[in-house]
């Protein structure tokens, strides 16, 4: 009996990607405008290594988050300074 399993005969293993790959990556991601763009296409892009759409997906998903996160902050800070201001009080 075979310890690897298949889906309906389909391998579904995919190609560790190497130091060089991770490297390469990293410095993709460095680079401004380029950064983001590049993780849309790894993420949603029929091409890419399942194991970097991966990433690419989990680093959008975490972007969403944190962006939304400091959405929500900046939003009780300004509420709060507009009420500041709204009262008006002198000293």
């Known amino acids: 009996m075979s310890m690897e399993t298949t889906n309906y005969g389909l391998d579904q293993r995919e190609n560790v990607m190497t130091v060089k790959n991770w490297l390469i990556t990293s410095l993709i991601l460095m680079i ?23 990433y690419a997906k989990a680093s959008l998903l975490l972007m969403l988050i944190v962006i939304a996160f400091y959405a929500i902050i900046a939003i009780i800070f300004f509420s709060i300074f507009a009420d500041a201001l709204s009262n008006n009080t002198t000293f």
Do not use: E, R
């Not at 401004?32 to 991966?54: E, H, R, S």
């Open 32 to 54: 401004p405008i380029v950064n983001i763009v590049m993780l849309f296409v790894w993420a949603f892009g029929d091409n890419a290594n399942k194991n970097k759409a991966n």
